[in-house]
């Protein structure tokens, strides 16, 4: 297949509902990976502002419920604006793709516009200001956020990331020797790292990639050797690894069998002993459970929208309602939490979500209908850097950690996280 058709495919299923869990084919090389995976994250970041541009050059504006021809038509845009291909290299791919996938007509008309947008390239790129948000989802933010910080927001989740990484240990000596920056939570940070396998000790399983801000929900537990740990939600691992690395007995759970494979697979490269693993609905579970734990961390399912850097397709399919249905997901997980966690014990919660609504409104409510929990407020002392101090911005007064885009922006930012810690009483 070709690899144009390939990024098409895979930008038109990111737009569904389900989102883009990566993508997998043996058969493509690393470069044309590369090409595809760049091509696809560069349409879902700048689709408003191509959108706009086709809509200049083109006598009918997009629809808006797109067909294939449009879906491909903005790819194609995408290419002749920010990469180098020759002109009659885009417009010849295209308008091919464009008479396997479309009608008649849909040659003629990618050729048309395709021709017209590469000849006016230069002063299309110079009048690029349209914003990277749609309006629905900045309904999402707007509910909890001004607009000088959704203005913020927004300038750092349309930028690359960075590659953030954890490691087992020797914090200092690893960020030597993979070219990284220390970061104040003892992540280490590297700028265009390129292929991850191609890093030193890929295959040694001595480091693990997660973001900056998700790892430090697991670095807010402190001495946990031999504790009874139930991670709830727990695929793909990163946090179950962390866990692992500090001496708990886990358990970790999750509904996906898929994903749970891929945690498998990720701990058995970082050499991790084999722990419990259970695939199934973290309620059914907890109803079921006759077993008492020491710590329950519910990393739980959400809208994912502080994940836009590397999930630009977020910004086009959420809006408030899908926040609304996580709530009452992640409320239902909550409730059932109680039963399994021995008095004394700690409920370490997480969303990787922006809207307060999953975050803090969610703990605050979920405290005040259940007052044997309390917060144990989260420190910077926590996380053992000499530079611990620069994290107090994400530490609200509550003593939560709400992590957003803009922190840290001068390394490259961070994803938007929430992080509440609990204590249940004796
Ligand atoms: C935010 S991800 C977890 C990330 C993981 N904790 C980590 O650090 O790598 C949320 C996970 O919740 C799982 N999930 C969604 N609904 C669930 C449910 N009802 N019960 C158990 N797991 C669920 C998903 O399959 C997904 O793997």
Known sequence: MDIREIAFEVYQKSLMNSGFDGFENSEISTQDMA???RLVMTTLRKQEFLKKVINKYSSKPMPQKMQPTHFLLVVGCAEALYFRTPTYAVVNSYVALAKKIGNKYSGGFINAILRKICTDKEN????????????????????????????????????????????????????????????????????????????????NGEWWVQD????????????????KVLDLCAAPGGKTAQLINAGANVTALDISEKRLQTMQKNLARLKMQTIKTICADANSFLQECKEKFDIILLDAPCSATGTLRRHPEIVHNR?????????????????NIDSCLKKGGTLLYSVCSLAKDEGEKQIINFISTNPQYKIVPITTELFDNKEADSLQEMITEEGFMRCLPCHFAEDGGVDGFFIAK????K
């Open 35 to 37: 090409f595809i995976k």
């Open 124 to 203: 299309i790129l110079q009048a690029q200001n349209v914003p990277f948000f749609t309006k629905t989802f900045r309904q999402i933010l707007q509910k909890d956020y001004t607009q000088k910080q959704i203005s913020l927001i927004e300038k750092y989740s349309v930028q690359e990331p960075p590659l953030d990484i954890t490691v087992k240990k020797d914090f200092e000596y690893w960020a030597t020797k993979l070219n990284g920056k220390l970061m104040p939570n003892n992540s280490i940070r590297i700028q265009s790292a390129g292929e991850i396998a191609q890093l030193p000790d890929y295959n």
């Open 319 to 335: 809006s408030v309602k899908d926040v609304e249905q996580c709530v009452t997901i992640q409320k239902d997980i909550l409730k």
């Open 422 to 425: 609990l204590k249940k009483e």
């Open 212 to 227: 900056m801000a998700s790892s430090m929900a697991v670095k807010t537990l402190k001495n946990i050797t031999g504790l």
